[in-house]
Nanobody, 124 residues
Framework: QVTLVESGGGLVQAGGSLRLSCAAS????????MGWFRQAPGKEREFVAA????????FYRDSVKGRFTISRDNAKNTVYLQMKSLQLEDTAVYYC?????????????????WGQGTQVTVSS
């Protein structure tokens, strides 16, 4: 199995930027896809972005396209989420997720492993 630890969350003003990181440990020698999800207070967890094992395919929810970029460094077993032009609606706990397969997906139920989450708060 793989263990995930997120970092990089914090408080930022609207229009600002943050970069989240998610470090994977454990059985990382198998191919695994990674994704970012988020959950705002009182709302369900939702898909944000995902990346395939070799990074050749990426997926984004419509509201973050053009503002967020997902990337990964397999040598470091780390996935990143660069967030720019942050909006108040981006405030949420952001979770990193992984699953042992090569093709990424957007469905929350297809990810087996989850990090503990990191808070992102966007202020006006």
């Amino acid at each position: 199995q793989v263990t995930l630890v997120e970092s990089g969350g914090g408080l930022v003003q609207a229009g600002g930027s943050l970069r989240l990181s998610c470090a994977a440990s454990g059985r990382t020698n198998r191919g695994y896809v990674m994704g970012w999800f988020r959950q705002a207070p009182g709302k369900e967890r939702e898909f944000v972005a995902a990346i395939s094992w070799r990074g050749s395919s990426t997926f984004y929810r419509d509201s973050v396209k053009g503002r967020f970029t997902i990337s990964r460094d397999n040598a470091k077993n780390t996935v990143y989420l660069q967030m720019k032009s942050l909006q108040l609606e981006d405030t949420a706990v952001y979770y990193c997720a992984a699953d042992y397969r090569l093709v990424a997906g957007t469905e929350i139920t297809t990810y087996m492993y989850w990090g503990q989450g990191t808070q992102v708060t966007v202020s006006s």
